[in-house]
């Protein structure tokens, strides 16, 4: 019996968690945020850290030379839309790219010189150095958030995932068409109807090893 009330708290408390935590998918594919409560930083611009150790361009240790890279952090349970372009040891390059998305909004643009128009932004960078932008204000809620890269000079687009939520982790996708439509979602409803489902399985394997000890 003590065998089986342990199991049922536990099991509890893991459909409650599932059910609280948002989905993270980007182009449908499931990945993990990087967590920078872990790096001791201030802020997503902290982490970004934009003409620091790298004149003019980013210096978060994961960029792609001519490839774009896009991922998700989490600090102080919000998350951020990371995408950089090139890293700070690429050739020249551009690109245009066209965001948009149902929460959230730009917070950081690299550099404040690109040219935006409406929800376009033209990104030019020079060699050896790179771009990019941080679209913020993401809670663990439902939400989507969409960039579009058009007339890029890149060699294509790479999205990366932290399996521990540390940037030693890093796992990169295979490369797509630098032209293209990505989209970054958490999807938390969707968690949420899951929770029935995995609870009455929960319940049968908890009955069936209650059956076993009558026997």
Known sequence: MKLIKALFVTTSIL???????????INGNAVKAVDLDTLGVSSFEDFYDYDNANRWSSNIGIELT?????????LSNQYA?????????????????NLS?????????????ETVSGSGISFRWA???????IWS??????WMFTSIFSNST????????????HLISTDYSDIMRPDGTFVVANQ???NLVSQPVMAGLLIMGLGFLFGRKKL
């Open 66 to 74: 001519d490839e774009a890279l896009i991922f998700v952090a989490e």
């Open 154 to 165: 890149l060699s294509g687009v790479r999205y990366a995932s932290f399996e521990d939520g």
């Open 81 to 97: 839309v990371f995408t950089t372009f090139s890293s700070p040891y690429g050739s020249n390059g551009s690109v245009f790219a």
């Open 127 to 133: 060699a050896d150095r790179n771009d990019g932008y």
């Open 188 to 190: 938390v409803s969707a």
């Open 137 to 142: 204000g993401l809670a663990d809620v439902d």
């Open 15 to 25: 459909v409650t968690t599932i059910a609280n935590a948002g989905l993270l998918t």
């Open 101 to 113: 998305g149902t929460a959230g909004s730009l917070l950081f643009l690299d550099d404040p010189d």
